[in-house]
């Protein structure tokens, strides 16, 4: 019953929402939400150049414990430190991601064991599965048949995407010892090359692509 009251309250508010809008998520803890200010911009702007989005370009930013966050079917986290969720934004962000809801988090170094930790609160009962090279998520307009590409360098370990699938579904990508959204941000910031930033980009794209279909 409580899975058809959450599907209910998600297919009322996403009816009157554009379908393809994305959003920040604030969250609590003192981690820094805000950073990489450029990234989502950016992103948006090159999938609405190349996979014939029409994302408004300018994201909005929502609360974990928001109900506006039912507005958007794909959300992006990042920062560099602490994460804490209270008890709304754990039935919030619950209700969001069963519901049909995408959260993107880029570990933007240093907010590993804070967001495996928060995210045990939301889904006590899954855990973050490294994603197969032949998940559909790396095969959307762009291939990456080895998987997700390293954009910048951390810990000198190899590139990893996990994700927490719900009945089969995968509803939430994490992106570890890559920082893709360091690779979206205004090349100016990191220096990072352009062939560099242009693989971040396009996985970007493709997570977007999958949340909006999925």
């Not at 080895?146 to 509803?171: A, C, M």
Request: proline letters at 5%.
């Amino acid at each position: 019953m409580k899975k058809i009251v959450a599907l209910f309250i998600f297919l009322m508010l996403f009816s009157n929402s554009n379908s393809q809008e994305v959003a920040i998520l604030k969250y609590d803890g003192g981690g820094d939400w805000y950073a990489n200010p450029t990234a989502i911009p950016n992103l948006i702007e090159f999938c609405n150049q190349n996979i014939n989005t029409k994302i408004e370009s300018k994201p909005q930013t929502v609360e974990a414990s928001s109900v506006d966050i039912f507005n958007f079917p794909i959300v992006f986290m990042t920062g560099h430190g602490n994460v804490f969720f209270n008890d709304n934004a754990v039935q919030n962000l619950r209700t969001y991601l069963i519901s049909g809801g995408f959260l993107h988090i880029s570990d933007n170094y240093g907010m590993d064991k804070f967001i495996r930790r928060e995210l045990k609160k939301v889904f006590p009962k899954l855990d973050f599965q490294e994603i197969p090279y032949n998940h559909p998520i790396y095969h959307q307009t762009y291939k990456f048949d080895k998987g997700i590409p390293k954009i910048h360098e951390h810990d000198n370990k190899p590139p990893q995407g996990f994700g927490l699938f719900y009945e089969g579904r995968l509803i939430c990508f994490y992106d570890f010892e890559t920082d893709l959204s360091d690779g979206w941000e205004d090349e100016i910031v990191h220096n990072n090359p352009k062939e560099t930033r242009l693989k971040a980009l396009k996985m970007g794209a493709n997570i977007i692509e999958y949340a909006f279909k999925n």
